[in-house]
């Protein structure tokens, strides 16, 4: 893996002027092309053994030991530094610790817990024990977190103290170990164990085991259009796949004084591979915050901590934009690199970026299947607002039709990444499958073609231009969204005889989630009045949230007679997309 792009040194390039400004932008001259240089001689080159604690953690505890691995903030102003020194040895302790409850290799282990301490060290431990590390959002709820306690077959959960509610009334009768951190009552009897007095009675000392680069590391589960969500079973090696897109992105990470921030959650993947891992990877710190975003608390974090990298999503920096439209002007600023990914950022909110924040909007587009495997790189190929950006280095990508056949320039596609890079190699960033889900891995696949499900269409210089989802699923502020989980949690409730959830556009948010609902016939007395179908709409929109994550329930509910569906019996979603589309439009 001894590349330029890989280890974060510059290769061979100048700057200067290449593409022409468009009117009103104040826009930074382009850099010189350099991609085609890039992308040709790049080749993926995996070690056999490979761990992703040993390469973020344990080797920058033996070479760098005091270098700040987390930059620790929260609401209540509460600051501090945990050094790589630390994170390795909490990471002992927890490692021995599991080791003791009777968690080996393989085992899946739950993380709910926020940005933190707790959550950097249960990924070291995990991974570097040759376990499973299972992160989970902390807004889930109880059916959420219960499916997937149950289907994957975890062990034991680590749960922030805060959180606790959830995860213990959704705990199966598997879940053999429950770990807590933070203030809490807890029942021995019912393996409910203390965090702190685990550590404390266990040895730092730990020698992490020997993992291939193909054994398991990560599973992160991925809301479907159909069925259950699913859950993506992701090597060690995929860190490695993540790199070239990462260094590109973040304008050749690392240099000299970097810090970089994002306010994505590490239980998702564009928080875990996107920002978390990456960073440590080389060995750098990155802010951890604990509390919740806003434009004040974005620019507050940026200009206390000199953060010079980031990850933001579009709708945090439309968040941002409209509360300061010249945000240099009052924040001492240092940032040198941004990506965005989610959703397009627009025109407006990249000119803004160039102008108000004096960098370049890389927009990158990946999935946790196969993530960061098309963005752009302003010091080393010319962003085009509105494009997602070309294959990085070592991906090789193609827009395929139905039957698996590429098409033309200027023809809609759906995106697909091949097995193999240009050279032959194996694509290290590829998942190992869908966790006790063959059939849903087959279908995932065109021969060496691994399908996305985004449609796109490409230029004659090879920029993906983004046109929408293949199948049902839709973003909102940044989130993905699947119908299915949301209809099945809706069809619970008593007055709901039929569903379908579709998105709505929305300016701010890119799509709001609407429900579509078939009342059932004992309950459509509650239609006649407005008070009463209000009323209804609010029972409703409480009965997901309290089940589901926030960014799940209907922010509107339609009441219709009859769904639309096929000869088959199933629910025609297209149907009413378009016309949320039309209205939107009209």
């Known amino acids: 893996m001894a590349t330029p792009l890989a280890t974060g040194q510059a290769a061979p390039g100048r700057t200067g002027s290449t593409t022409p400004q468009r009117p ?8 010189a092309d350099t991609y085609q240089a890039l992308y040709q001689g790049f080749a993926w080159k995996v070690p056999r053994l490979f761990n992703i604690a040993q390469v973020c953690c344990h080797r920058w505890a033996s070479q760098t030991p005091e270098a700040p691995a987390l930059l620790l903030d929260n609401e209540q102003g509460e600051r501090s530094t945990l050094s790589y020194r630390s994170l390795q040895q909490r990471a002992g302790r927890l490692s021995n610790a599991l080791q003791a409850l009777g968690i080996g290799r393989g085992d899946r282990v739950a993380i709910v817990a926020p940005q933190g301490v707790v ?5 070291m431990a995990i ?8 992160p989970m959002s902390v807004l889930f709820g109880p059916e959420a977190l219960q499916y997937r306690y149950e289907n994957s077959g975890c062990k034991a959960a680590i749960v922030d103290a805060e959180y606790l509610e959830t995860p213990r009334q959704s705990r199966p009768s598997g879940l053999q170990h429950l770990i807590v951190a933070g203030p809490a009552a807890l029942n021995a009897a019912q393996g409910e164990h203390d965090w702190q007095a685990l550590l404390a009675r266990s040895s730092d000392r730990f020698t992490p085991v020997r993992t291939l680069a193909e054994d398991p ?3 992160i589960y991925t809301s479907g259009t159909t069925g259950p969500p699913k859950g993506a079973l992701i090597a060690h090696r995929s860190l490695i796949g993540n790199l070239t ?5 973040q304008d050749w990470f690392p240099q000299a004084g970097d810090v970089f921030w994002s306010p994505a959650d590490w239980a998702w993947t564009g928080g875990l591979m996107d920002a978390f891992l990456p960073t440590l990877y080389f060995g750098k710190p990155i802010v951890a915050y604990r509390g919740r975003f806003g434009a004040d608390v974005a620019f507050d974090l940026m200009s206390r901590h000199r953060v010079t990298n980031a990850f933001l999503f ?7 934009m409209k509360a300061e439209p010249e945000p240099l002007r009052h924040h001492p600023l240092v ?9 397009s950022l627009g025109d407006t909110v990249f000119d803004w970026c160039e102008q108000g924040l004096a960098v370049t909007p890389n927009e990158m587009f990946g999935q946790t299947e196969i993530n960061y495997v098309v963005g752009n790189s302003s010091r080393r190929w010319p962003a085009r607002p509105g494009a997602i950006g070309k294959a990085y280095p070592g991906h090789r990508v193609a827009l395929i039709d139905e039957e698996g056949q590429p098409v033309g320039p200027g023809q809609s596609g759906e995106i697909a990444v091949h097995r193999n890079d240009i050279h032959g190699h194996p694509d290290p960033v590829f998942f190992l499958g869908y966790w006790r889900n063959d059939e849903a891995t087959r279908a995932k696949f065109s021969g060496p073609w691994c399908r996305t499900g985004d449609l796109a269409s490409a230029d004659e210089q090879g920029y993906l231009w983004y046109a929408g989802r293949a199948d049902d699923m839709f973003k909102s502020a940044g989130y993905r969204i699947g119908p299915s989980e949301i209809e099945n949690c809706m069809v619970r409730h008593e007055a709901v005889a039929n569903v379908a959830v579709v998105p709505k556009p929305d300016a701010a948010r890119g799509n709001l989630v609407k429900a579509y609902v078939v009342v059932a016939d004992h309950h ?5 009045g407005t008070a009463s179908r209000e009323a209804l709409v609010a029972e409703l929109q409480a009965h997901v949230r309290g089940k589901l994550a926030p960014y799940e329930y209907p922010k509107e509910i339609e009441f219709i007679d009859a769904l639309p569906m096929t000869t088959t019996g199933k629910v025609q979603r297209r149907v009413l997309r378009l016309a949320e589309q039309e209205r939107a439009s009209g």
């Not at 991974?127 to 299972?134: F, I, L």
């Not at 579009?314 to 941002?320: F, R, V």
Request: proline content about 6%.
């Open 24 to 31: 009103g932008s104040r826009r930074r001259p382009a850099p």
């Open 524 to 528: 459509r007395q509650r239609l006649a």
């Open 245 to 249: 897109g990462f260094v590109a992105s």
């Open 127 to 134: 991974y570097q024990m040759g376990a499973v590390a299972m």
């Open 217 to 219: 590391a990560v599973l």
């Open 314 to 320: 579009p709708t945090a920096l439309k968040m941002m």
């Open 119 to 123: 959550t950097a060290v249960s990924h």
């Open 335 to 343: 940032l040198r690199a941004l990506m965005s990914a989610g959703e």
